[in-house]
C-alpha cells in the first residue's frame, strides 16, 4: 500500500492534518493535493468537527512550496489546471465552518505561505522562514499569494515580498501580521492545543457564521459587508447558542455549547 500523503489524527472533533513529504519539505505535489482535497471533501460532510490543524511532518519545514520538480516542464495549460487544483483544495479549507489553523514548523515558502494564508490562524516556530520565492524561479504565485497576501498584510508589504522574492524571519511575519503568534518550538504543540481547545469551545454555529461574516464581507463593499452581518447576527438569535451564551451569563456560569 502507497504512503499516505496527508495523515490525519482527530481527537474530540479536532482533526491534525500533517502534509508528509519530509524528503521534498513537504511540496505541493498534485498528488497531495488531490490527498488534501478528498480529506478535506470527507471533513466538509461532517457536522461533529471543532476545529482543523494543518502542519508539515518533520522539524524543517511546514511546507517549501509547490513542487518545481513537478513544475518544471509544464505548458500553461498544464500550468493552469495545477493552479486551479490548488486554488480549489485552498478553498475547502478556507470555507471550512471551523476554526482553522497552520502550525508553522519550519519553512513556509511559495505554496506552502499561500497554503497558511488559507487558514484562518497561523502559529509559528520562531524559526520559521517565511517568502514567496516565485520571482526567483520566474514565475509569480500561483496559488492565491497574489490575492491573500495583501489582504492579511497590505498591498505595499504583500508587494515588497512577491516583487523581491525575499524571504523573512518568524520575527517580522509577526510584525506584518502575517501570523499570529511565534514561540519557541518546543512550545508549539501545547499552545497550539490550548488553542483549538479554547476555539472549539466555542458555540460553532457563532464561530461558522463569523468566519463567514469575515470572509464573504471582504469580497464585498462596506455597505454591502455591513448588511451581510447584520443578517448573520439576526441569524444567531434563531438558534440556541445566543440563548445558552446570554442567559449563561446573566446567570452567572460558564455556557455549554
Ligand atoms: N519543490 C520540490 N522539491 C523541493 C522544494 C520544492 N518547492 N523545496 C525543497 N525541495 C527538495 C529539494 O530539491 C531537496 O531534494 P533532494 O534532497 O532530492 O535534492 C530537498 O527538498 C531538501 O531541500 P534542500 O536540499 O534544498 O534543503 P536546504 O535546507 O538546503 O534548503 C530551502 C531549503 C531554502 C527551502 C530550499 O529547498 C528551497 O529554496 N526550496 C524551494 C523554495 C521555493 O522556491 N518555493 C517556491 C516554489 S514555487 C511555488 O510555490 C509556486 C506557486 O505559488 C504555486
Known amino acids: 500500500m502507497s504512503e499516505k500523503l496527508i495523515e490525519v489524527v482527530e481527537n474530540a472533533g479536532i482533526v491534525r492534518l500533517t502534509i508528509s513529504r519530509p524528503k521534498a519539505l513537504n511540496a505541493l505535489n498534485s498528488d497531495v493535493l488531490a490527498e488534501l482535497g478528498s ?6 460532510a461532517r457536522d461533529d468537527l471543532r476545529a482543523v490543524l494543518i502542519t508539515g511532518a518533520g522539524d524543517k519545514s511546514f511546507v517549501a512550496g509547490a513542487d518545481i520538480g513537478e513544475m518544471r516542464d509544464k505548458t500553461p495549460e498544464e500550468a493552469r489546471a495545477f493552479a486551479r487544483q490548488a486554488l480549489a483544495t485552498f478553498k475547502r479549507l478556507e470555507t471550512l465552518p471551523v476554526p482553522t489553523v497552520a502550525l508553522v514548523n519550519g519553512f513556509c515558502l511559495g505554496g506552502g505561505c499561500e497554503l497558511a494564508l488559507a487558514c484562518d490562524w497561523a502559529v509559528a516556530s520562531d524559526n520559521a522562514i517565511f517568502g514567496q520565492p516565485e520571482v526567483l524561479l520566474g514565475v509569480i504565485p500561483g496559488f492565491g499569494g497574489t490575492q491573500r497576501l495583501p489582504r492579511r498584510v497590505g498591498p505595499a508589504m504583500a508587494i515588497d515580498l512577491v516583487a523581491t522574492g525575499r524571504k523573512i524571519d518568524a520575527s517580522e511575519a509577526l510584525r506584518i501580521g502575517l501570523v499570529n503568534r511565534v514561540m519557541a518550538p518546543a512550545e508549539l504543540e501545547a499552545y497550539t492545543e490550548e488553542l483549538t481547545k479554547q ?26 459587508a455591513l448588511s451581510l452581518e447584520t443578517s448573520l447576527f439576526a441569524l ?7 440563548k445558552e451564551g446570554m442567559s449563561a451569563f446573566v446567570e452567572k456560569r460558564k455556557p455549554n455549547f
Open 39 to 44: 480529506v478535506l471533501s470527507d471533513l466538509e
Open 236 to 242: 444567531c438569535f434563531a438558534g440556541k447558542e445566543q
Open 199 to 224: 476555539l472549539s469551545g466555542n458555540g460553532p454555529e457563532a464561530v461558522r457564521g463569523a468566519k463567514q461574516a469575515v470572509h464573504d464581507g471582504l469580497d464585498q463593499d462596506l455597505e454591502s
